[in-house]
């Protein structure tokens, strides 16, 4: 017991001493013993099917896998791998082998195959595997076969008993409503044979942003257009379009068919732009058609083209069927960002072309999301231009909140996804202003501080273009108002410069006009060299011409855009569904053409590069026509760099500045008179500077020369004052207004009566820019004017050079380009024995021109020279005298018995005290704002039923059915004359009708389908201008069908009314109106806004 004592002492007594020794010593980790892995590979399983595999190994291992991996990090040993079979649509997959068994070693990787098998297949089999969309989110995918066969699908699917042969397997991008899952190719086309299984996987996915490009200044560069169809087929491996069945889009040639897909491509594109093509002219950004997945092709079939039968693909972009896809044709996602990024390796920025007021001809989303889109009625109902489709496209909605979201992430996707530099944005003016206030607003997906975008708005007034760029945040805009002129005017040597230089007196109407794309054509319209052509130029003259053309859009404010094919002088001429093979403005560029114009855009690409003062400076007019030698001028200045003077000759002769009327073009200080002329495109020149400070020398015909110089010390610039005096003698009592043209947005200023003479009116304008022209007409502001106020039916607008500090003017109202007359008719007018205040006299021969308005003491001026017949008119009383030569004073006029308790004018001034009143706020302003029924006054007399009432309407109509009569019918939805979708609890048998501003129309019903219309003795009277209206009427009851006036009760219903078969926008009277009126309603737009009177505006016709 004693030596097991010590033993036990003596163990406990190395164990402490151990355990101090290990406390005090450095720890030393034993060497990590080397481990093992396990590579597992799954097969035999429809892509994304989940396998159901376990691994068990040493130390209770156990791992379950569902798809091919590696296990690391193992120890050494026997591992053991179980497959269990695997259920997929109806099909259970089973191992080939089961178990399996793998030693892994240390250091080394062992291996194991897992290999399913399923029973063989009793029939043709194909399985679409959908893959990368949320749970709960269904995919967009459509198998197309044999025979017919269509099925959609919105997820995996096994499709069996199925025909053998070929199947296309279409997918399309799938949006939630917050985000987008895009597929990996429009479609894929595989072979389903007999009693197999085929397989085709679908798979979606959210691309990666990429780097967004540096901005850049847009003044700067210089635009190519290319048609990507129509520019050069890189790839033909892509002409069929992935062959989507019943598309109907293989390649075709020119000559077969103008309308269909001619092999253009991104490769195409790519290959041009490594070769140095664009380059080469100088173009620094590339502007691509639209690159979505266009809808199958449709035939022609309206029998009014030439391609009747023809297959009209979407080859030119704008008929979207998936707007986050690109079309095979083109080429694939991973080619077009290769195509940007190898232009802006090279120096040149990328726009694509986009579309957020369509979509194409019956794609799919007007299936699924027909909501989106605007129908019948909203058309009817609304501004045509935002809510009517477009050629027949189905037309955005882009009022609803998913709609805008959508649009904005069909943009957006683009521009994070693809690295684009710019936007061109498609019919801008046919989407509501809404929509673009938040597309560009700051963050908005088109803020500008993030993308530039240049809008197309197909439209002549640079009043209109202004608004889109400064009320709605539009970065830039094409210049249309100078194509127009430029096509009408640069296109021959009749062509008058005088309309050119008009449009840049109008840049004023831009808060910065530099921000417009310049351009000779496009893909929408005729060629310039066309134009020419179509005016009996010679072919090499119109080259001549484009070239002048070119060189100006190069030269003034603006970004300048070159259409594919100017280059080589192409003709075209217009839109190819329109004309035969090789006529169209679309087709395909040949690689091998000759370009006579390429040397020329390079010269003109350097000029603006190396002249600052083309693409930032100032633009100020030197010299016009005035109707004299084809000959405009202007200069380009900015501060520190060399000032640029362009002269260009319109005509087919040389022209000597010398023989200009000033001796030459008057410089105003533009150069330094010591300076050296250099034209800055290369081109030989004799211009020169006298002492005087003139530009002279010999501008050769259909030129353009640009030259620049040191500009001078002592600039000449400066403001002019004009007093403006007009004989209106002949529009009477009438205020008189000066309306201005020349500022792109009409304005209208009152002027001041000229004292001691009556009729005279004078304004005047000061701090005018000098070397500018005044456009403008005088206007009669007075209800009831002729013309709508507007001076000289059928004659221009007037028009004054600004060329000195101060300036007078003087005319007669109405004789603009015809001469005034030297001599006129004077008189006086009374009606019931009363002066008569503008009661209208008018000349037989003309009454259009010659007619005036009486004072207030009824005397008339008249200005005639001639013979003619006088009718004298107000209140529908009327006389005449025949063959009446001017000069002629002392004419009296006297009307009687009319017996009108109203002057029937248009003002309701008089109306103090009448019968009945309506007041009518709006119903619920289904039509908006400028289509509201205000008031309604009623009021009558022995002789006259009189209507007085003030609405609103903008593209619709104001309607008043009338029940006065027993009898009548309770709907006019089936009349033929102003049919509306409108049911009367109170049959009305009569009604008062008229479009917008147009005279009023009384018209009686005389059964449910007819209506006829009554003239006799009715008298009407419209005033105001657009949207808002007053209207005056007269209706005689005999006009009623009456004797003398009756004692019934008069019922009226009023509104204002779409277009034929529609409801209302507004009514009245309602429950809100004064008095109230109740159970009258307007159906939704679903119904057609359609009305029913339950309760009219009653009006006793007592005494």
């Not at 010593?25 to 159901?52: D, F, I, K, N």
């Not at 079979?85 to 099909?91: A, R, T």
């Not at 060189?551 to 070159?562: C, D, E, F, Q």
């Not at 926008?1065 to 339950?1094: C, E, L, M, W």
């Amino acid at each position: 017991m004693g030596k097991l004592r010590r033993l036990v002492l003596g163990a406990l007594l190395a164990a402490l001493l151990g355990a101090c020794a290990q406390q005090e010593a450095p720890q030393v980790e034993p060497a990590r013993q080397p481990l093992g892995a396990l590579e597992l590979s799954v097969t035999g399983l429809p892509e994304g099917t989940p396998a159901a595999v376990t691994v068990t190994g040493p130390a209770r291992y156990r791992q379950v896998l569902t798809r091919s991996t590696t296990l690391r990090d193992l120890q050494p040993g026997a591992y053991t791998t179980r497959a269990e079979g695997v259920s997929f649509l109806g099909v259970t997959y089973t191992p080939t082998v089961d178990p399996q068994r793998a030693v892994v070693t240390k250091g080394q990787t062992a291996r194991v195959g897992v290999r399913y098998a399923r029973p063989a297949p009793q029939s043709a089999e194909l399985v679409v595997s959908v893959t990368g969309l949320p749970d709960g989110v269904a995919s967009d995918v459509t198998v197309l076969g044999p025979e017919g066969f269509e099925v959609t699908l919105t997820e995996s699917a096994r499709l069996r008993d199925l025909t053998p042969g070929s199947y296309t397997v279409t997918r399309l991008s799938v949006w939630t409503g917050s985000e987008v899952f895009v597929p990996d190719a429009p479609a894929e086309t595989v072979t389903v044979a007999a009693a197999a299984e085929t397989v085709a996987a679908v798979t979606y996915g959210r691309p990666e942003p990429v780097a967004r490009p540096e901005p850049t200044d847009w003044r700067r560069e210089v635009i190519y257009f290319a048609m990507t169809d129509r520019f050069r087929n890189g790839d033909p491996t892509n002409d069929s379009g992935a062959r989507r069945p019943g598309a109907a889009d293989e390649v075709t040639t020119e000559a077969e068919n103008p309308l269909g897909w001619h092999g253009g491509d991104f490769a195409g594109l790519t290959q041009a732009i490594r070769s140095g093509y664009f380059q080469e002219m100088g173009f620094t950004a590339l502007w691509l058609t639209p690159v979505y997945l266009q809808v199958p092709a449709i035939t022609v079939t309206d029998g009014g083209s030439p391609n009747d039968g023809k297959r009209f693909a979407g080859y030119h972009g704008y008929w979207a069927e998936d707007f986050f896809q690109v079309d095979p044709h083109l080429g694939t996602k991973e080619e077009y960002r290769e195509l940007v990024a190898t232009a802006q390796a090279h120096g040149i920025r990328v726009i694509q072309d986009m579309v957020v007021n369509h979509t194409g001809y019956g794609a799919t989303l007007t299936e699924t999301r027909p909501e989106w889109f605007h129908d019948e009625a909203d058309c009817a109902a609304g501004d045509p231009v935002v809510a009517c489709p477009l050629a027949g496209l189905p037309d955005f909605d882009q009022r609803r909140a998913d709609v805008t979201a959508f649009l904005n992430a069909t943009v957006d996707y683009w521009v994070e996804h693809f690295g684009i530099d710019g936007i061109r944005m498609d019919t801008v003016k046919h989407v509501y202003d809404d929509y673009w206030r938040q597309f560009f607003a700051p963050g908005g997906v088109g803020d500008p501080a993030r993308v530039w975008t240049v809008g197309e708005l197909f439209d002549g007034n640079p009043g209109f273009i202004a608004r889109y760029l400064d009320d709605l945040g539009l970065p830039a805009a094409f210049d249309f108002p100078l194509y127009f002129r430029i096509k009408d005017h640069l296109s021959s040597p009749a062509g008058n410069l005088d309309d050119v230089a008009v449009i840049f007196d109008q840049d004023g109407a831009y808060e910065d006009p530099t921000r417009l794309v310049t351009f000779v054509d496009n893909h929408d319209v005729p060629r310039f060299m066309s134009e020419a052509l179509s005016r009996g130029v010679s072919e090499a003259h119109a080259r001549e011409r484009l070239d002048a053309a070119l060189s100006l859009i190069y030269t003034v404010r603006g970004t300048p855009s070159v259409y594919y094919g100017t280059e080589n002088a192409a003709t075209g001429r217009g839109d190819p569904y329109s004309y035969g093979p090789f006529e169209g403005n679309r087709v395909k560029l040949a690689p091998d053409a000759p370009a006579p114009l390429a040397p020329r855009l390079r010269a003109l690409a350097a000029a603006r590069a190396a002249y600052p003062a083309l693409t930032h400076g100032a633009q100020r007019e030197l010299w016009r026509p005035n109707g004299r030698e084809p000959v405009m001028a202007f200069r380009r200045t900015l501060a520190g760099e060399r000032t640029v003077v362009a002269v260009l000759n319109n005509g087919d002769a040389p022209i000597d500045l010398t023989t200009l009327s000033a001796g030459g073009i008057p410089l105003r200080g533009t150069f330094a008179l010591s300076t050296t002329l250099t034209e800055v495109t290369g081109r030989a020149h004799n211009l020169s500077i006298t002492d005087t400070g003139l530009l002279v020398g010999t501008v050769p015909p259909r030129t353009l020369l640009a030259v620049a110089g040191d500009p001078g010390e002592d600039e000449e610039t400066g403001t002019t004052t004009v007093t403006l005096t007009v004989d209106a003698r002949s529009q009477g009592e009438a205020q008189i207004e000066l309306r201005r043209f020349d500022t792109g947005r009409e304005e209208r200023l009152p002027m001041t009566p000229v004292a001691g003479q009556p009729g005279f009116w004078t304004i005047t304008l000061s701090d005018l820019e000098r070397f500018r022209s005044l456009a403008f007409k005088f206007g009669n502001a007075a209800p009831g004017a002729k013309n709508a106020g507007y001076e000289g039916f059928g004659q221009g607008d007037r028009t004054l050079y600004l060329d000195a500090a101060e300036m007078t003017y003087e005319g007669v109202y109405n004789f603009i380009s015809v001469p005034a007359p030297e001599t006129a008719f004077t008189g006086t007018v009374t009606l019931d024995g009363a002066p008569a205040t503008r009661a209208l006299v008018e000349a037989s021969d003309t009454p259009a021109r010659f007619y005036a308005f009486t004072f207030a003491d009824g005397s008339f001026y008249l200005p005639y020279s001639g013979t003619t017949d006088l009718t004298a008119s107000k209140d529908g009383q009327s006389q005449t005298l025949s063959g009446v030569s001017a000069p002629a004073s002392g004419l009296t006029f006297t009307l009687g018995g009319s017996g009108l308790r109203y002057a029937i004018d248009g003002d309701l001034g008089d109306w103090t005290q009448p019968r009945a009143r309506l007041i009518n706020p709006p119903y619920d302003g289904g039509f908006g704002p400028d289509n509201l029924f205000s008031e309604l006054l009623v009021d009558w007399d022995a002789t006259y039923l009189y209507l007085g009432y003030r609405y609103r309407a903008a593209g619709n109509s104001a309607i008043i059915h009338l029940d006065v009569r027993d009898g009548g019918v309770t709907s006019v939805a089936n009349l033929n004359a102003w049919p509306r979708l409108a049911s009367f609890a109170n049959p009305i048998d009569a009604f008062v009708a008229q479009y917008q501003g147009d005279p009023a129309q009384l018209w009686e019903v005389r059964s449910s389908t007819q209506a006829a219309r009554i003239d006799d003795g009715v008298i009407t009277a419209t005033a105001g201008s657009g949207p808002a209206y007053t209207i005056e009427v007269a209706l005689p009851w005999r006009a009623l069908g009456f004797a003398s006036r009756p004692t019934a009760t008069l019922n009226l219903h009023a509104g204002i009314y779409g277009g034929d078969g529609y409801g209302a926008g507004d009514i009245a009277p309602h429950a809100g109106s004064t008095p109230p009126a109740s159970g009258n309603t307007v159906a939704g737009f679903d119904a057609s806004r359609r009305v029913d009177f339950q309760t009219p505006f009653s009006v006793p016709l007592g005494d």
